[in-house]
């Protein structure tokens, strides 16, 4: 009986072999772009200082800082996909990272607080081109069983990113001004580029078909719609505003008929019919809630540590450590998990121990022993790599390889939503329990200041220093309000992670029955045919 012949490699030798070096650009231009979605948190009070310290930023100034990234960012992932498989990965990584540069530079040198938002748009419009390209080249850089290592270590680095930003934020601001923060990224980005330019090679759809412009303008305007409405619901803490419904509701129309258009469209930008799929829309609905969990958690946290126990911005972030280290540990060896126990088991369980890190903060107080912290912050990191891993594996092969640009946009930009719903909503939460909370002790403030003073701890404790002994009064209850505010908040985090898994244990696979050679081609995709 003669043995069937092995199957032809689909990726040429000379890129085979540099494929871990290729891997190395690709997570360091990834780095850069996530570690920016973080940073700007540390320097927040720092810019609100007048100048010549920093910009004299207001509150509202210093939310839009933030959220112009955010915006942007998520509003174009999906169209940058779609371009990168049309027009080229590495060109469109090479052009995104250009202006993401561009947009470094200039927001380092911002005269104001409307050129640092307008800078930080421009920094988003980049980094929307370059995030989704990196897991595409990937996809076409590591054969087929190769690739969930692969994705294991870009989720990796996507984890440890979102930890080392406000840790490096924290650093420069200790020894430079508030615009270094930003500059720092210019010669890393011109290390990737000439990097990039050596070593990655480019990839396309090679059937791409005509432009859908129709298609990429709902996208993008039902996106930033959504998007907007999600945050200024965050910023004004209430989401029955006519505005925000308004704007909320027609992001949510705006989509549903890009998803009506694109079902009958004859050359979709975005093939809807790959939702039918259980499997994948499982795992990006899994993707968006934990992305929502985690930046729900660090927007608390983050109070809880500065605001509450007294540490600085360097301290903060470093306590950030445990949670980047269990990802860089986990999220590349998650796949041998997914091996033993299926893609059910893994991600579910890892959501089940999120949501358990998540109720823990409910039962901190002012005094809990900090390494306690740090062993929930550790076993967060845990979960989220047995989550991120699996999810973005099922995705990528879900879908056809030349759609591998669209695919990885598809996953950042339920990440981005995910995450922009989280600060939104959980943000809300905090604030409306905070307010309830202190409302009574306000009454030892002037009438004046009463108000601004509600508005969250560090409003109230900048009241209370401005004020000096007359203040002192309220420090102890703001403290304790915030503690019931953040416990409120984190039980709500806990609903949407088991929320989650709920989700992944209905629709997720079990642990697959062992497949003959050449099967595992038909796996994940059987299910949208």
């Excluded at 412009?213 to 996106?223: E, Y």
């Excluded at 404790?461 to 420090?475: E, F, I, M, S, T």
Aim: proline residues 5%.
């Amino acid at each position: 009986m003669t043995t069937p012949a092995a199957p032809a490699p689909r990726i040429p030798e000379a890129v085979h072999r540099r494929r871990w070096a290729i891997l190395g650009v690709l997570m360091l231009s990834l780095l850069i772009v996530v570690l920016d979605n973080s940073i700007l948190n540390v320097a927040i009070k720092t810019i609100s200082t007048p100048a010549p310290t920093g910009l004299g930023a207001t509150q509202s100034e210093l939310e839009w800082a933030i959220n112009a990234y955010t915006l942007v960012f998520a509003g174009l992932l999906f169209t940058a996909g779609l371009i990168g498989d049309r027009v080229g990965r590495k060109k469109v990584l090479l052009g995104g990272l250009v202006v993401f540069g561009i947009g470094s530079a200039l927001a380092a040198e911002s005269g104001s607080p409307g050129q640092l938002i307008a800078f930080r748009a421009l920094m988003a419009l980049g980094a929307a081109f370059v995030m989704p390209a990196t897991l595409a080249v990937l996809m076409n850089v590591f054969e087929r069983e190769e690739q969930p290592k692969a994705i294991g270590i870009w989720a990796g680095g996507v984890g440890l990113a979102i930890a080392i930003g406000p840790i490096t934020g924290g650093v420069l601001l200790d020894h430079f001004w508030w615009g270094s923060v930003f500059l720092i990224n210019v010669p890393i980005v011109l290390l990737a580029l000439a990097l990039m330019v050596w070593l990655v090679p480019d990839s396309r759809d090679p059937r791409p078909g005509r432009l859908d412009p129709v298609g990429v303008v709902l996208s993008v305007v039902g996106l930033v719609l959504l998007v907007y409405g999600i945050i200024k619901g965050g910023e004004l803490a209430d989401f029955t505003d006519p505005q925000v419904l308004a704007t909320i509701g027609a992001g949510v129309l705006i989509l549903a008929a890009f998803v009506v258009f694109e079902k009958r469209s004859d050359h979709p930008s975005l093939d809807v019919s790959y939702f039918k799929n259980k499997v994948f829309s499982a795992a990006m609905a899994a993707i968006a809630l934990v992305f929502f969990a985690l930046m729900g958690v660090t927007f608390f946290s983050v109070f809880y540590t500065q605001s509450v126990r007294g540490y600085s911005p360097l301290q903060s972030g470093l306590l950030m450590l445990p949670l980047a280290a269990a990802q860089m540990i986990f999220a590349p060896r998650a796949r041998l998990v997914v091996d033993r126990f299926g893609h059910k088991a893994t991600t579910g369980g890892g959501l089940v121990l999120l949501a358990g890190m998540l109720a823990a903060f409910a039962g901190f107080e002012a005094d809990t022993p900090i390494w306690v912290l740090e062993v929930v912050f550790f076993l967060m990191g845990t979960g989220m790599a047995h989550v991120m891993t699996p999810t973005s594996v099922v995705i990528m092969q879900a879908l056809p390889r030349e759609k591998a640009g669209s695919a990885s946009a598809l996953s950042n930009t339920f990440r981005q939503v995910g995450g922009a719903l989280g600060i939104a909503v959980l943000g809300s939460v905090l604030s409306t329990a905070y307010r309830n909370g202190i409302e009574g002790s306000l009454s030892l403030l002037p009438a004046g200041l009463r108000d601004a003073a509600g508005e969250s701890i560090e409003s109230t404790l900048g009241v209370a220093a401005k004020l000096g002994p007359r203040g002192k009064g309220v420090v102890g209850p703001a403290n304790d309000a915030f503690l019931h505010a953040m416990h409120v908040t984190a039980l709500c985090g806990t609903v949407v992670a088991l929320l989650g898994a709920l989700v992944v244990f209905l629709f997720l696979p079990g642990k697959p029955p062992a497949r003959k050679e050449g099967e595992e081609e038909q796996q994940l995709v059987a299910a949208a045919e």
